[in-house]
């Protein structure tokens, strides 16, 4: 079984550029969500894909962007970035929408604006 | 908008001594609650979940949660913990439908002392 995995692992950028995170789902999953954990709080929900479409958002601004592909891996695009975008975003990958109630986390991208 | 509080931010145990983390939720319905664990250098993971039924669920390593719908409490506890336990734990809640959109806590860092 492969489990979530995510890329880049780290990375730097300045204000103002774009950044694309992209996500593995684990085998057999079709749900993809996205969550952004600043330093020191528990992860926020961005969005979640199912079947290749946005299906829910949370309280993030458009420049918070993602697409799903038909193998069900997953993109997370930020377009001008802010020093407070600095962060670790988790991706996590479940089979029709969570319905298990368990969601399978990457080990997350490390994001730092300057 | 439903929120999550966890009132611990820092546990120091010793080993055997015993466990419990405080959760608190905010939700104008009905809920799913969960337990979320991030051992050092390692992805989040589910500790136990609760949809519906007996309040008092079990989980792995020895791990247990009590549903108190009365006072919006998930807590945590563990009879007797390990040094392998120290880990940050979050509590996470979601609405029924809700998929993968968690709304978690800010998390409690817990270091079990040999």
């Known amino acids: 079984e492969t489990g979530v995995t995510q890329s880049p692992t780290h990375l730097i950028k300045t204000r103002g550029q774009q950044v694309t995170l992209r996500c593995s789902s684990q085998s057999g999953h079709n749900t993809v969500s996205w969550y952004q954990q600043a330093l020191g709080q528990g992860p926020q929900f961005i969005f979640q894909?199912?079947?290749?479409?946005?299906?829910g958002r949370g309280n993030f601004p458009p420049r918070f962007s993602g697409l799903q592909f038909p193998n069900y891996s997953s993109e997370l695009n930020v377009n001008a970035l802010e020093l407070d975008d600095s962060a670790l975003y988790l991706c996590?990958?479940?089979?029709?929408?969570?319905?298990?109630?368990?969601?399978?986390f990457g080990e997350g991208s490390r994001l730092t604006v300057l | 908008a439903q929120s999550v509080s966890q009132h611990n931010h820092h546990v120091i145990l010793s080993e055997a001594a015993s466990l419990e983390l405080g959760c608190n939720y905010s939700?104008?319905?009905?809920?799913?609650l969960f337990w979320y664990v991030q051992y050092p250098g390692q992805h989040l993971q589910l500790l136990l979940k609760y949809f519906s039924g007996d309040p008092l669920v079990k989980g792995i390593k020895g791990f247990e949660a009590e549903f108190i719908k009365s006072k919006f409490s998930f807590n945590l506890r563990k009879p007797s913990v390990q040094w392998s336990d120290t880990a940050e734990y979050f509590c996470a809640v979601n609405g029924n439908n809700a998929g993968n959109m968690l709304t978690f806590g800010g998390g409690t860092r817990l270091m079990v002392k040999p």
């Open positions: 996590a990958s479940s089979y029709d929408m969570g319905r298990s109630g368990e969601l399978f």
């Open positions: 894909y199912y079947r290749e479409e946005e299906n």
């Open positions: 939700y104008g319905g009905t809920v799913n």
